[in-house]
């Protein structure tokens, strides 16, 4: 059943889009002469604009349609993805962040080539691209274009490339500096729809009283058994975080905001804004779907979020804003996915092999680049629905079975001079090998087919589960090939050592000249502050 609109709501959807084109279209004219300013904004972004764009970046709709029908399904379980992202996520601020800001580097596979050599960057790149298109591009298509369709009635086609041509219409032509500034918009726009969305749920179910006695006791238990076929607690404890640390300290799409900030305080303090950010969505994404779950006990899966919002439960002017900040999430999302791919492939594919290139030539690459990338994204589309029911139990699937060899090769290039460049190369090659092998065997076969073996063994194994295996498994193979290599002359470990000196220097080091003893205090007291709720939340639902 389509929304019904009055000309309030559209007035103020409307009005956001003519908000966000005319921020992207001002830092148009403000011109980016250099790659850094296109990819970066020049280096010169503060604490508010690096937490509110990583949050903004981060929060799709895959979240919005797959969070709230995960919840309708498993209940809050599907939260602890979310807080395993906070711990990860403040360890990003004061122990990786400084390193990556004093690197100077503009991507993510840059940095892989100065600790180890130019081989795991070429590896690291074409990885990076193929996990975009599988999971963040598709998928954050899908669920735009699902919701759209759920909620004016449109193909699910034409509502995929509205969205694409008016995300790329200012992140091609405005660069980072229009993609993070519009991401500030896009927090707070996606903040209040939801909240808004929440609040009126919970309103009409009665109150969170009334919503336990309504669903059963296994809905409000954030620890489900080992055996859980989706979210056992030993995968959640222990899978969880692999997965969280390739995202938020190695992937591009990620640390391209956090590489923008001004300063390492910036740096610091912005990935703590994410965190506590990062603690809402167990509310106003999750909490929706066991509303949802309530009210329709006939909602499936990834349709929880639109029935709440084609039903009767939100009165006439709220639905513009609601509508506004899932547009939000989503154009977020995508012009992130924009700005990472077009930066990976214009400074690690194209000006490797062309050096000479001027700056105004980068800068016309990375355009060219983001074109190409978005009608990659239309075309696999119709794929997605073919391979899961639960858009965030997809996503989360496939980066468990992907972020392993990369966790390992950047977390301990990071913390051990023993590996060197050979160990991360073979880590990555047959640690995704396997991780691939998984993935498709999940598309191509079923648990009938593999009969009683080992390869029903691995088919059939916890997604975060296999994370935690083949995390074991990388960190045996990257110590071993780096033990046997050991003696030979491997390109890039003589730098091994400059970087863990300068990531040991720089974690404790407080006295930076932009910090002051104020900015310390406050940076403690909100890291201790965010892990003190999350320990709350646990003590109640669990």
């Not at 509508?323 to 154009?331: F, L, N």
């Not at 080992?454 to 193979?477: E, G, R």
Request: aromatic share 14%.
């Amino acid at each position: 059943m389509p929304i019904n609109f009055t000309i309030f709501d559209s007035f103020i959807v409307f009005a956001y889009f003519i908000l966000i084109m005319s921020v992207g279209f001002y830092y148009f004219r403000r011109g980016n002469r250099t790659s850094v300013e296109y990819f970066l904004g020049g280096r010169s972004m503060s604490w508010m604009v690096i937490g509110l764009s990583i949050f903004a970046t981060n929060i799709s709709g895959e979240h919005f349609v797959g969070l709230a029908g995960s919840g309708a399904v498993h209940g809050l379980a599907v939260g602890q993805f979310e807080l395993m992202a906070v711990f990860i996520l403040v360890i990003l601020g004061w122990l990786i962040a400084p390193t990556y800001i004093q690197s100077g580097v503009l991507t993510m596979p840059e940095f892989l080539e100065m600790r180890y050599d130019r081989n795991s960057r070429r590896i690291f790149t074409g990885l990076s691209i193929f996990i975009y298109f599988f999971t963040k591009l598709s998928v954050t298509l899908f669920a735009g274009g699902l919701l759209f369709s759920k909620l004016f009635d449109m193909n699910i086609y034409t509502s995929a490339m509205i969205i694409v041509f008016l995300t790329g219409l200012y992140s091609v032509v405005g660069g980072a500096s229009a993609v993070m500034k519009t991401n500030v918009i896009h927090a707070f726009f996606l903040l209040l729809g939801a909240a808004l969305l929440t609040a009126f749920a919970l309103h009409e179910v009665g109150g969170l009283g009334a919503l336990r006695a309504k669903l059963p006791d296994h809905y409000f238990n954030m620890f489900k058994p080992a055996d859980d076929p989706d979210f056992p607690w030993t995968g959640i404890i222990f899978g969880a975080p692999i997965l969280a640390f390739w995202y938020w300290c190695t992937d591009q799409y990620i640390v391209q905001n956090l590489l923008g900030a001004r300063s390492v305080d910036d740096a610091r303090r912005g990935t703590l804004l994410t965190a506590f950010l990062k603690l809402t969505p167990i509310f106003v994404l999750v909490l929706p779907g066991l509303i949802a779950a309530a009210l329709y006990p006939e909602a499936r899966d990834d349709e929880a979020y639109s029935m709440l919002l084609t039903g009767k439960i939100l009165p006439s002017g709220v639905k513009g804003f609601i509508v506004a900040g899932i547009i939000a999430a989503i154009m977020s999302s995508l012009a992130g996915v924009f700005n990472a791919v077009s930066a990976l492939f214009t400074n690690d594919i194209y000006k490797p092999s062309n050096p000479d290139a001027s700056e105004s030539k980068l800068v016309l690459v990375g355009r060219l680049s983001k074109l190409a990338i978005v009608l990659l994204a239309i075309l696999s589309v119709p794929l997605m629905r073919l391979l899961s029911t639960q858009i965030y139990l997809y996503m989360q699937s496939v980066q468990a079975y992907l972020s392993p060899p990369i966790t390992i090769v950047f977390l301990f290039g990071l913390i051990s001079k023993k590996v060197n460049a050979k160990g991360a190369l073979w880590t990555l090659i047959i640690g995704e090998f396997f991780g691939i092998a998984r993935m498709i065997c999940d598309f191509t076969i079923t648990p009938h087919m593999a009969g009683s073996g080992l390869l029903h063994a691995f088919i059939t194994i916890n997604f975060l589960h296999y994370a935690i295996f083949s995390f074991i498994f990388c960190l045996v193979l990257l110590y071993a090939i780096s033990y046997v290599t050991s003696r030979q002359n491997i390109p890039g470990s003589q730098l091994a050592g400059n970087f863990l000196e300068n990531f040991s220097d720089l974690k404790f080091n407080f006295s930076h000249p932009r910090a002051s003893l104020t900015t310390f205090k406050v940076n403690i007291v909100l890291s201790v502050c965010i892990l003190m709720i999350i320990i709350g939340i646990w003590s109640v639902w669990s």
